[in-house]
């Protein structure tokens, strides 16, 4: 199959658990701050069954600890995800999601001493000033910016961090002998905020007490098609050309305000996304300039 199927394939997978999530939050757990534990219960899991499937793959301590403090800093941003998604729109989210192009920009300059070109500059200006355009919100008839904004500046640096120590590692090794300990590493990140963000620990155990089977079930289940995105997103990476399948992955904007209008329609109760005619072409603009900003800045590195 190929790495286009993939490339195009992940980021509609990644917004359908996006979505998912968005469904836990407002209707089966509502306090934000119990859910990481449960994704690190489930990539404990996931990660020994991938171990099992990939081999029994084993690491050299050095790129074990890199891959595990990457997926540990994907763990610490769980915390800032879901409290961001209880928040805000999710199509407005996945658009704020689109600053990683220009925070990895910034951060490839600052620890990897990589240069920045006019052209990767330009990009960088188009992408920000789009995400800010978009996650600005008319309320009383001032501009305000949205309340899940540094929730998602927050998410977005930690997972930038992460793909910054996991290229030191990849670039040396495949992504089969790897990706059981990128799960491991999330389960011990999400076991430190369980153990040190204060109101995690008590959230998480009257979650256990109150939530139905059902909303455990759908959690686990979410979380299972969060892996397969990933796997998904690493075969593109692995086939393909990388910049390529980044740019293909700002399509997930798209996805993100098509499957948002969509549900609004059919579950209001659920999903309120703003689905008026001027807002639709609006968020339709933002993502056409910030999918020309992503690859404007890949085209230029």
């Known amino acids: 199959m190929s790495w286009v199927v993939y490339a195009l394939l992940a980021p509609m997978v990644f917004i359908v658990v996006n979505f998912i999530d968005k469904l836990i939050v407002e209707k089966e757990i509502r306090n934000p701050l119990s859910l990481p534990p449960f994704v690190g219960v489930v990539a404990a899991l996931s990660g020994i069954i991938m171990w099992i499937v990939t081999g029994f793959p084993v690491l050299e301590l050095r790129d074990m600890l890199l891959v595990m403090s990457a997926g540990a800093l994907h763990g610490a941003a769980a915390t800032f995800y879901y409290k961001a998604l209880s928040l805000e729109e999710t199509s407005k989210l996945v658009i704020l999601f689109q600053l990683q192009p220009v925070v990895?920009?910034?951060?490839?300059?600052l620890v990897l001493g990589e240069k920045i070109s006019?052209?990767?500059l330009v990009g960088f200006v188009i992408i920000l000033s789009a995400a800010i355009a978009l996650s600005i919100n008319r309320q009383a008839g001032k501009l305000r910016p949205s309340a899940a904004m540094w929730y998602a500046v927050a998410v977005v640096c930690l997972t930038?961090?992460?793909s910054i120590i996991f290229k030191f590692v990849v670039e040396g090794s495949s992504f089969n002998k790897i990706i059981a300990y990128e799960s491991w590493g999330l389960a011990f990140g999400c076991l430190l905020v369980y153990l040190f963000v204060p109101g995690v620990r008590p959230a998480f155990h009257a979650t256990l007490r109150t939530a139905s089977r059902r909303a455990i079930g759908i959690l686990c289940l979410n979380e299972g098609i969060f892996v397969i995105a990933k796997l998904l997103s690493y075969t593109a990476i692995t086939l393909g050309p990388v910049a390529l399948v980044s740019v293909l992955a700002g399509t997930q904007v798209f996805y993100g305000i098509l499957i948002g209008w969509v549900l609004t329609v059919l579950a209001p109760a659920i999903y309120k996304e703003s689905i008026?005619?001027?807002s639709l072409l609006w968020k339709a603009a933002g993502a056409?300039?910030?999918f020309i900003g992503v690859g404007w800045i890949n085209a230029g590195a």
């Open 276 to 278: 008026s005619r001027g």
């Open 104 to 109: 990895l920009l910034v951060l490839s300059f």
């Open 160 to 162: 930038s961090a992460a």
């Open 288 to 290: 056409v300039v910030l």
């Open 118 to 120: 006019p052209q990767q």
